[in-house]
């Protein structure tokens, strides 16, 4: 058995496997819904192979997040699959071990997974975040808006790009990766949507931008997705009125991060407060804070925070004077959790991260 990295004609092979895993009637092949996993000309994704056949696949995704003025170096994985013949067998996690290796090598920070199963809970992948799931139904009084809401064009392209470049917390594409991802449609394809792409105008000017996944004849969901959205958030929430006043759908699914000014927006609606899609794992807990610290000095985090490992898999933490021996669950959740023990450092953690089941999910 070699493990190795996928190339050239392999990944035909990589998404048979992934159609066969994750696919049935009515669904878009993965290689179509996810380009970016199969891509031949990143040549990222791992594969174990027995001979020249593929018998298991990890998809490895390589993205930048903006915190405020911090930039993160960050992997997600995505599309993982065995062959049946081969499964119970290690290979995953041995390819697994491959891919946080070279999250090291490369200085990356964090490792963002599409799943929970017990793969990545053994392999010290954690549940983060926090994230208000919203059902909309009806709207509220507070969702007019005065402008006009429409499909968007490709006249909008710019001004689109500069509402996504607003954002304090995002994913770092560009105009033409978030094109490709908007296009691609993966995480509405696991519906059996279609993305669509609507904008709230206002004497000639943007003022927000919603991506909806929108149901079909094959859909497995009736209600609409909201994949990204982006602007002033009562253009937002107009264009999420709009959607529903017309009929173009019954009901709106959005999951807002905590930190986003939507939530205030939409405080009008009930909500299910859930973690954050996935589970994480962090490949450098000293190189993360290091990438962090543009954006925990800008919260007035003026003490020295340092992070060390530790020979038995722990980490010391210090900031300032203080001092804790965290797990790495502990780490995950002190950074990016509501539940830890640094109650004077409020206002400096948690820190914000983008939603992960939207747009640029894996």
Request: hydrophobic residues 40%; negative net charge; contains cysteine.
């Amino acid at each position: 058995m070699e493990i190795r990295r996928v190339k050239g004609k392999e990944f035909e092979q990589a998404i048979q496997l992934a159609d066969k895993t994750f696919r049935k009637e009515g669904h878009i092949s993965m290689g179509e819904a996810f380009p970016q996993v199969f891509s031949n000309d990143l040549q990222l994704s791992y594969g174990a192979f027995d001979g020249e056949k593929l018998v298991s696949f990890i998809g490895l995704v390589p993205s930048k997040i903006k915190i405020d003025k911090s930039i993160l170096n960050v992997f997600s994985i995505g599309a993982v699959c065995t062959e049946v013949d081969y499964r119970k067998q290690g290979i995953s996690s041995a390819i697994l071990k491959e891919v946080y290796d070279y999250l090291d090598k490369v200085e990356a920070t964090l490792l963002f997974v599409s799943g929970d199963r017990g793969l990545y809970l053994r392999n010290h992948c954690y549940h983060f975040g926090r994230v208000n799931k919203y059902s909309i139904g009806r709207v509220s009084n507070d969702g007019s808006y005065s402008g006009v809401i429409r499909i968007a064009d490709n006249t909008d392209v710019f001004k689109l790009d500069k509402l996504r470049q607003g954002k304090e917390v995002r994913f770092g594409n560009n105009v033409w990766e978030w094109a490709m991802l908007l296009k691609a449609g993966g995480y509405a394809s696991i519906f059996k949507m279609k993305q669509a792409l609507y904008v709230a105008e206002k004497n000639s000017a943007l003022n927000g931008y919603v991506v909806i996944g929108l149901p079909t004849e094959a859909s497995t969901y009736e209600h609409g997705i909201v994949t990204d959205w982006g602007g002033d958030p009562a253009a937002v929430h107009g264009i999420l009125a709009d959607l529903l006043q017309t009929n173009t759908v019954s009901r709106i699914e959005i999951s807002v991060p905590w930190q986003d000014e939507l939530n205030s927006e939409l405080s009008g609606y009930e909500k299910e407060i859930k973690k954050n899609g996935g589970t994480v794992y962090i490949a450098n807990p000293a190189r993360l804070i290091e990438q962090l610290r543009p954006y925990l000095h800008g919260k007035g985090l003026d003490q020295e925070i340092e992070v060390t490992p530790m020979n038995n898999g722990n980490v010391l933490l210090k900031i300032g004077e203080m001092e804790k021996t965290l797990s790495n669950g502990e780490l995950v959740e002190l950074l990016f959790g509501f539940e830890n023990d640094f109650k004077n450092l409020n206002g400096v953690f948690p820190v914000p991260l983008p939603g992960m089941e939207g747009i640029n999910y894996v």
